[in-house]
């Protein structure tokens, strides 16, 4: 069985292909083989500290084998999975919690199952918990070319809010115009507050969802209209921000959105799961994969998503 192991933590360059023992499954766990694995900037934070041997934290497959205990998955069932605490998707076959997978439907192929899950899940939790968005309400949206940001800018669209994406480059605003987003704003850093205040007449946004990391954030607080909410997720791939509550402007709110509060029990990750691939049958949610690469050329999976050229969703096909 071949996997992708990370040899010591660092770049790109530390991820090699190995041969690896079969794994079996335990009581409660269900043996796959990996058809499709996504390719997320949390395996490059858990790359760079490597903080597991084999990264990757979702995928979609076939069950093999069910360990013992294990009911509703059965060999030769469709399933995709989401593991946040434990890794391991870059691989040819892995072992599972059972409480970490889902069926997958007929109507959903492996690759959209394997690409819908983490960055569907993070944008549905940010756009319908940490800021419910209501209809007529304007947002901005940061890396609206990106995974989470393609998928962030279709549903708010679903749910009647306007959509202003921020893009790092010239090429990527049309991708982000066909998601759906109203108006696109070529920026770097902090450069998006003055079209944004143009666009909005000056009042602001009534939510920003910023996973674009430190350097924006405070750019981000300056957009929000009054009672606003910046809603936050990108430690991993940039400074973590620090600020003094006195310094948040204009009674706003300011949250930091966490999937795994968003999928605490297998019945809510499954009921979730099953409101994407529903929006995804519906044709509401449209998954963009930027690009596909062989298990043996994670490295440069990697080295291109870090690059920001990169568009959509990166998967390894094993």
């Known amino acids: 069985m071949r996997a992708i192991v990370v040899t010591e933590a660092g770049g790109p360059d530390v991820l090699e292909l190995q041969e690896k023992p079969a794994p079996r499954p335990g009581p409660g766990e269900v043996l796959v083989s990996v058809r499709v694995a996504g390719v997320n900037f949390f395996d490059i934070g858990i790359r760079r500290g490597r903080m597991a041997e084999v990264p990757g934290m979702e995928g979609a497959g076939v069950v093999l084998e069910a360990g013992e205990g294990v009911s509703g998955f059965a060999p030769g069932q469709r399933v995709a999975w989401l593991t946040i605490e434990t890794h391991g998707s870059y691989a040819e076959q892995m072992v599972l919690p059972v409480d970490k997978v889902v069926a997958v439907p007929d109507t959903i192929d492996d690759e959209t199952a394997a690409a819908v899950l983490l960055q569907g899940l993070t944008a549905h939790h940010h756009c319908t918990v940490c800021h419910a968005v209501r209809p007529g309400e304007t ?124 999928i605490r029990t297998h019945e809510e990750l499954t009921a979730r799961a099953a409101e994407l691939f529903a929006m995804v049958e519906k044709g509401e949610l449209v998954v963009r994969v930027g690009g596909r690469y062989p298990l043996a050329q994670a490295a440069q999976a990697h080295a291109d998503l870090e690059s920001r050229k990169t568009t959509g969703k990166l998967l390894l096909i094993p």
């Open 139 to 262: 947002t901005l949206v940061h890396a609206a070319a990106g995974g989470v940001g393609l998928m962030l800018t279709q549903m708010i669209k679903a749910r009647g809010g306007s959509v202003i994406g921020v893009v790092s480059r010239p090429e990527k605003v049309e991708i982000a115009t066909a998601a759906g987003a109203d108006h696109v704003v070529v920026s770097t850093a902090g450069a998006f507050v003055e079209p944004v205040r143009e666009l909005t007449g000056g009042e602001g946004v009534h939510a920003v969802f910023d996973g674009a990391g430190g350097p924006t954030f405070s750019a981000s607080l300056q957009v929000l209209r009054t009672h606003g909410t910046l809603v936050f997720y990108g430690p991993l791939i940039g400074d973590v921000p620090t600020i003094a509550m006195n310094e948040i402007p204009r009674s706003t709110r300011l949250t930091y959105g966490t999937l795994p509060d968003h």
